[in-house]
């Protein structure tokens, strides 16, 4: 199985500029509540096409992300 991938992230919270949650820093309030979304721009999986396809993911961790469950909704 092979895979490549490139293209745009993006991210929203109810954190600062760049949520410190997402790179698995600990969290600047008790929560992290984040949009996460992914433009595809060029990529391939198993031999199967990506380009130009979207992404978007809601995220809940009610701590840091890293020690936490999180609630997700795709």
Known sequence: MTSE???TYMEASN???A???VVFSPPT???CTAVLGWHIGRGSFDGTKLDGLNMAM???A???MKD???TVSP
Do not use: Q, Y
Request: glycine content about 14%.
């Open 29 to 31: 309030e008790d929560s």
């Open 19 to 21: 949520c410190p949650c």
């Open 58 to 60: 809601l995220v809940h």
């Open 62 to 64: 009610p701590g840091n």
């Open 5 to 7: 991938i490139s293209g």
């Open 15 to 17: 954190r600062e500029a």
């Open 68 to 70: 936490v469950g999180w």
